[in-house]
């Protein structure tokens, strides 16, 4: 088992308070970057680090800080998205519950990095009272000097505050994020400019995740160098996963990248195996948004290798035979899920969440959720299985913003690995009129049946 | 208070102005979103046309401002809600481990389909997406509260103890803080 660097101390009585968060090294990280570091040398310990975006992009974070225009007369923002809502993940609602101070300590010495005077912490409102945890935390740290003007005595001054979404997983998209802080609809912007030049209220901003501010503080604290001896590759540091579905331990667990994705599921240290007794059916390894592996190419690559948590191995045979780290929503199906049930919910999740922008994704998410609906209330037709992979194809890559793609990949790779299943359902509509009808007759027979 | 005429009390307008200067001189409209969750939480749990247009009067933005918002976000009711919105979450992790079972039970303990109000006004109940919670699925939120782990068992004594309180849920009100 690896060091957590994270959630070292998350079981710490009375960590979300200031002073036994301060007595465990909290702020730390304050000290050292305002004391002892100019902003620079913060970014540049960031991009030693090779700490990719948490939030499931994956994308260099301290190459992302570098971007941001510092050039600009205009006011710098570092906005931290803490917007989590894609189906699986639930990291960064465990860490700001549980650990506030590590986000508040982030904040303060990523947004010293940047520049930035003023930060926010975009909250999705569902999580109304983890704002209210973190808001408690932030005047915590007011009151000890390390909010508001001249912090540790030093010039700089930085005002934080937590700004509240209300329902729409759009505003996960950064420029979503940056429409609705700005008091408006989440809608995507077009880029470019990105967020780096044009931003909140048009000026240079950096939008980072909560997992990726956090693991800012043990950068600082240990050095860019040891956190890139973590992991493995191009896939540094720890990473949080939220594990959910049929497991006997469903949680957030801190895994250092790189562990195979085996162990992760069937160790007692992780997920603790499939419950029930059962076997393991697929996975869905970094969100709803990724494609689904079947059991045999979650657990091994096409070529036979052990597949590993980490950005590479989980993408290694691209979407043929591989999927994506992603946010790390891990979400295992036991030989009893209905694959097609299952892809219903995500297609129907991103038809409600669909902008509407753009049409490719307004009218696409509708029209697969509706033939999705069909086939699994056993209504389908053979051809809709084709249909759907050809409405998804005509989303993937024709919107503004990921959400299309994201709509796309689950359907298009739900039908590459289990299209059987969706043959079966339209040659039994009386089977699948109960929505347990793998639970009724086990699937091998059903599918058996179905041959 | 009355529902045509909105007015926050004066401690309210002071939290309001407290907002509003959280962002840069102009910006005021950015305070939309948390200005619009106290008005929905003061003025019976939903936005009227007179309560959107008050906000818009407060923040000195057009009222189709604050209309296009509140139509998009799913957490702002343009209708009237019972007493106590539950929600449940229905997508995949949670469907996986049974969230079709409670919606199940609550319509049948409420006696009233997913959407609808009960007659007495106390209850409405309502799928929606994804709430964070997939860890500990099946769950519902009412108000500021998650329930999780839920069994229909548990969920029905939910229903029993929410109507016992007889409180108006709101998302501004947790019991965890």
């Known amino acids: 088992m690896g060091k957590k660097i994270l959630l070292e101390h998350e079981n710490v009585p009375g960590i979300e308070t200031f002073d036994v968060y301060r007595s465990k090294g909290g702020y730390a990280s304050v000290e050292k970057a305002l004391k002892t570091m100019t902003p620079d040398q913060v970014t540049e310990e960031v991009k030693t680090s090779g700490v990719r975006g948490r939030g499931g992009a994956g994308f260099p974070a301290g190459m992302k800080w570098s971007f941001l225009d510092r050039k600009s007369d205009k006011p ?39 520049g930035a005077k003023t930060s926010y912490i975009y909250v999705r409102g569902e999580y109304m009272y983890v704002i209210r945890i973190l808001e408690r935390a932030i005047e915590e ?43 408006k609809r989440g809608n995507p912007r077009l880029k470019p400019p990105f967020p780096a030049i044009a931003g909140l209220y048009a000026s240079p901003t950096v939008v980072n995740n909560v997992e990726t501010i956090c693991a800012v503080v043990p950068i600082i604290n240990n050095s860019g160098n040891a956190y890139s001896q973590i992991g493995i590759g191009k896939s540094t540091g720890t990473k949080l996963i939220s594990a959910s579905g049929h497991i006997n331990k469903p949680g957030v667990y801190e895994i250092d990248l790189g562990l195979p994705v085996e162990e992760f599921i069937y160790s007692d240290e992780y997920c603790g195996g499939i419950w029930k007794g059962r076997k393991l059916k697929a996975v869905v390894a970094g969100g709803s948004s990724v494609p689904i592996l079947p059991a045999n190419l979650i657990l091994k690559t096409a070529k036979g290798e052990p597949r590993l948590m980490s950005y590479e191995s989980l993408s290694d045979g691209g979407f043929a035979t591989g999927t994506m780290l992603g946010s790390g929503g891990f979400i295992v199906m036991d030989e009893t899920a209905c694959i097609v049930r299952n892809l219903w919910t995500f297609t129907r999740f991103y038809h409600h969440e669909s902008c509407g922008q ?29 249909l ?63 041959r | 208070m009355s529902s045509d005429k909105p007015t926050f009390s004066t401690e309210t307008l002071a939290l309001v102005n407290r907002i509003i200067a959280r962002y840069p001189e102009g910006r005021q409209k950015s305070a939309l979103l948390p200005v619009l969750h106290l008005a929905q939480s003061e003025f019976g749990g939903w936005l009227s046309p007179a309560t959107m247009d008050y906000v818009a009067s407060l923040l000195s933005i057009k009222p189709i401002e604050v209309y296009e918002v509140a139509t998009f976000y799913s957490m702002y009711n343009t209708e009237p809600v019972g007493n106590c919105l539950i929600e449940v979450c229905q997508t995949g992790p949670c469907w996986l481990r049974g969230s079709d079972d409670i919606v199940e039970h609550l319509e049948k303990k409420l006696g009233i389909k997913n959407g609808e109000t009960t007659a007495d006004g106390m209850f409405t109940l ?46 501004m009100k947790s019991a965890r803080v």
């Open chain 1, 388 to 450: 759907l992979v050809d409405v998804a194809k005509k989303i993937e890559g024709n919107t503004i913003c990921p959400l299309g793609d994201a709509a796309a990949w689950p359907v298009a790779s739900a039908i590459r690995h289990f299209r059987d299943e969706f043959e079966y359902h339209v040659r039994f509509p009386e089977k699948v009129k109960n929505p347990k009808h793998f639970e009724i007759e086990p699937m091998e027979a059903a599918l058996a049946t179905a």
């Open chain 1, 76 to 114: 710098r923002y570092l906005v931290c998205n803490a917007d989590e809502s894609e189906p699986g993940t639930f990291k960064d609602r465990y860490l700001m519950e549980r650990i506030p101070h590590l986000l508040i300590e982030g904040m303060i010495t990523s947004s010293y990095a940047l």
């Open chain 1, 141 to 183: 740290a007011r009151a000890a000097g390390f909010v508001g003007k001249n912090i540790l005595g030093t010039d700089y001054s930085l005002e934080l505050y937590v700004q509240p979404g209300a329902g729409a997983y759009i505003c996960g998209e950064e420029t979503a994020l940056l429409e609705s802080l700005e008091g």
């Open chain 1, 358 to 386: 753009c049409s490719p994704c307004r009218e696409g998410t509708g029209w697969m959720e509706k033939v999705l609906h069909r086939i699994e209330h056993g209504h389908g037709h053979m051809d809709d299985i084709d």
């Open chain 2, 126 to 171: 309502k799928t929606v997406e994804c709430l964070g919670s997939c860890g500990t699925a099946p769950m519902l939120q009412c108000g500021a509260e998650y329930y999780e782990n839920l069994t229909p068992e548990k969920a029905e004594e939910l229903v029993d103890k929410l109507r016992a309180s007889g409180q108006r849920s709101s998302y």
